[in-house]
């Protein structure tokens, strides 16, 4: 299928490559318009020269891959090299937008940094096992941090645990909240940091209490009642007595 793709023009494996960084439910066309720098009549020319090898399908002014194979196929297109460039820069231009790409913009910052922890400045921010206050970070660090702060805080609030702990984990290779010069230095963002830590850290304790008592009593009735042994295929009526089942 990459090869296919590669028969399009250069311009529209650009679209094509920034269309495979976004949710894959679709994107409007004037967003991707303005994230490849183009006028929405040049992106929709574009849009329709991919359409013709049948990679994407346009309705009501959003545009999506048609299935996952060209959807992996134009991500293949992009050089591992560029791409944390690309994720990077595809993060800073959803500045503003729909916290619909709240998610989409944490993953992207720290997928890059990950990738390449230079790209975006000294995202490991540890020096002698102390953090560093906010002011030794640049700009773009900061920004990286409080948008995986608001990540977190909306997974949480949609009962993602586990995808909000991620978050988490990622601003705190950043920056640390439990020091006397983050308090000092953005109270508002330490305190943000702080409480989503903490309803987080409840709510998994708490899922796990639950699971775990869950767990316990199936095992006491299993035991009490020998549930094991019975299977839904073994109930079988005793004929001659309608109202009676025996397994």
Known sequence: MTI????????????????????????????????????????????????????????????????DKPHAAALALIDP???????????????????????????????????????????????????LPLDDLDSTNQLVLVIAVRAARQAAASAALDLASKYLDGAAELWSFDTAEAWKQDPDLAMDFLTVTAEVALGRRAAASYTEKVGSQRSYFQHRFSLSSFSSDRIRPTYGTPDVYKA
């Not at 439910?25 to 013709?52: F, Q, W, Y």
């Not at 490991?124 to 102390?130: D, L």
Request: charged share 20%; proline share 4%.
């Open 4 to 67: 296919v793709l590669n028969s399009l023009s250069q311009q529209a494996r650009v679209v094509l490559c920034h269309l495979a960084c976004l949710p894959s439910r679709g994107v409007e066309i004037p967003l991707l318009a303005h994230l490849t720098n183009k006028n929405e009549n040049a992106m929709r020319s574009l849009l329709d020269e991919c359409a013709t090898l049948g990679s994407i399908s346009i309705r009501n002014n959003k545009v999506q891959f048609v299935h």
């Open 81 to 131: 090299q560029e791409k944390p460039r690309l994720f990077a820069k595809i993060a800073r231009n959803l500045e503003g937008l729909s916290t619909d790409y709240n998610f989409v913009r944490a993953d992207m910052f720290l997928s890059a940094y990950q990738s390449d922890p230079d790209l975006l400045g000294p995202l490991e921010v540890v020096k002698a096992g102390k953090f």
